[in-house]
């Protein structure tokens, strides 16, 4: 997947900060696909996510496959992490199953929608699909999503992977890899996890495997390819 760095403009995607009570359901909340299938049903329309409520969300993904209909058009989506359905309900501009003539199989596309229920099973219902030609957004949106999930899940008194250096406990491993990838973090590339086990001294794949736990928990993320990191702090 192409990409870059930041984009300011990032008009269609959320603003947070930090704070769990600055957000509510009403706000867009950047998702990967991963993600939006992990949000749960709590009762008949309320879901949650990251033990907040949420309600309307933004994806970014490529379109992998179109069925239309006369009412809708239900959209495949994938953006490296899982495939979801997305449903858009015709306007009256484009009733009989029509194709939108900018968005085809193999388009990137910004989908903000909201959260729908059917037969207990999560689906998303969109407002507003529109190709991506700057492909700098695809990053931008991935690390958004990544900074909200450790905003919202990080306790309100700090880092949960920091450890007071003055209280002589010993650092776990993770936290370790933590520290290595920071010292790298002004490299454009991050650090390569081969490097991290070198400087750590440990198995490779022992190190490969924590990496990768540690971005699912969103406290790292790749940049050129699967194996050089940085820290999202």
């Known amino acids: 997947?192409?990409?870059?760095?930041?984009?300011?403009?990032?008009?269609?995607?959320?603003?947070?900060?930090g704070s769990k009570r600055s957000?509510?359901?009403?706000?867009?909340r950047p998702l990967t696909v991963k993600q939006f299938q992990d949000i749960q049903i709590v009762s008949d329309n309320v879901f949650r996510l990251d033990d907040m409520d949420i309600n309307s969300v933004t994806v970014v993904g490529v379109v992998r496959d179109i069925s239309p209909?006369?009412?809708?058009?239900?959209?495949?989506?994938?953006?490296?992490?899982?495939?979801m359905e997305v449903r858009h309900w015709h306007e009256g501009s484009n009733e009989g199953?029509?194709?939108?003539?900018?968005i085809s199989k193999g388009t990137y596309v910004r989908i903000n929608g909201r959260v729908n229920q059917f037969n207990n099973r999560i689906n998303c219902i969109a407002f507003a699909i529109r190709p991506i030609t700057d492909f700098n957004e695809i990053t931008f949106h991935f690390l958004e999503a990544i900074l909200a999930h450790v905003r919202f899940t990080k306790p309100s008194g700090g880092d949960r992977m920091e450890i007071d250096s003055g209280n002589g406990a010993q650092k776990s491993l993770n936290e370790r890899i933590i520290d290595v990838v920071k010292r790298y973090q002004d490299d454009e590339e991050g650090v390569h996890v081969d490097q991290i086990a070198k400087e750590l001294q440990e198995d490779g794949e022992k190190i490969r495997s924590l990496v990768e736990e540690l971005q699912n928990e969103g406290h790292l993320y790749t940049t050129t390819d699967d194996y050089h990191i940085k820290s999202t702090d």
């Open 69 to 83: 209909s006369t009412t809708n058009l239900q959209y495949t989506i994938e953006d490296g992490t899982a495939m």
């Open 97 to 102: 199953g029509e194709l939108p003539n900018d």
């Open 23 to 28: 957000f509510n359901e009403h706000t867009i």
């Open 1 to 17: 997947m192409e990409g870059g760095f930041f984009n300011n403009d990032n008009s269609e995607g959320t603003s947070f900060n």
